[in-house]
């Protein structure tokens, strides 16, 4: 995503820390957690985490901002922010200026967000919060079996089949599917046509899946 002038500023190792590029389309974490693997182990740790740490160690400063992308129907100029956490999101949207007044405010994004107030406070996972007229649509029509959720998942699961095992609370299959191998990513849900809430069942799923191993 980077264009070619800035991508050639990024150097090969940092502090004898090697710096590799992942080729591949959103999401690439399936990608890095291979290469973890090739390694033999490892930890992954966002871009803004490993910023908020470097400050911790190396100058012990405290985590007190985050970046914020703000957007929506409402936003008269959508923009990345970066805002001491705490602020509260009427004092972001209006940084960026209002078109209109929002009807909802998700903190989040849209895929995985969740409505929020004008006096909330952001905090670091955020990591969006948008203004829009009108609330995500919600599912209106029952799964048609289509299969474009298994076409998408970038881990190879099987969503539908997943969502299903969810709904029946059924362990063994759920075992079976490898729910907890699921990362979240919101494409299941993105690409369906009756508009089904694919992701929340299938993180649901692996929430069950990882609970049942710990026991």
């Known amino acids: 995503?980077?264009?070619?002038?800035?991508?050639?500023?990024?150097?090969?190792?940092?502090?004898?820390?090697?710096?590799m590029e992942i080729d591949g389309r959103y999401p690439c974490l399936p990608l890095v957690q291979?290469?973890?693997?090739?390694?033999?182990?490892?930890?992954?740790?966002?871009?803004?985490?490993?910023?908020?740490?470097?400050?911790?160690?190396?100058?012990?400063?405290?985590?007190?901002?985050?970046?914020?992308?703000?957007?929506?129907?409402?936003?008269?100029t959508p923009q990345n922010l970066w805002v001491p956490i705490g602020t509260t999101l009427r004092e972001i949207l209006l940084s960026c200026g209002l078109k209109s007044e929002p009807d909802h405010i998700l903190m989040g994004g849209y895929l995985r967000g969740r409505e929020a107030?004008?006096?909330q406070p952001i905090v670091p996972e955020a990591g969006a919060v948008l203004a829009i007229k009108e609330a995500p649509s919600k599912a209106m029509h029952h799964c048609i079996g289509c299969g474009r959720c298994m076409k998408v998942c970038p881990v190879g699961l099987a969503p539908v089949l997943i969502a299903q095992a969810a709904r029946r609370r059924s362990g063994k299959t759920i075992k079976r599917l490898n729910a907890k191998a699921c990362i979240a990513c919101g494409c299941c849900s993105?690409?369906?046509?009756?508009?089904?809430d694919i992701t929340r069942q299938t993180t649901e799923a692996a929430r069950l899946q990882r609970e049942e191993e710990a026991q």
């Open 1 to 19: 995503y980077l264009p070619p002038e800035l991508k050639r500023l990024i150097p090969l190792e940092i502090a004898g820390v090697s710096v």
């Open 34 to 76: 291979a290469q973890l693997e090739a390694w033999g182990g490892g930890i992954r740790v966002g871009a803004q985490a490993c910023a908020a740490l470097y400050r911790a160690v190396k100058h012990r400063a405290p985590q007190t901002e985050c970046m914020v992308t703000v957007a929506g129907s409402c936003i008269q």
């Open 117 to 119: 107030s004008w006096d």
């Open 190 to 196: 993105f690409v369906c046509p009756c508009q089904c």
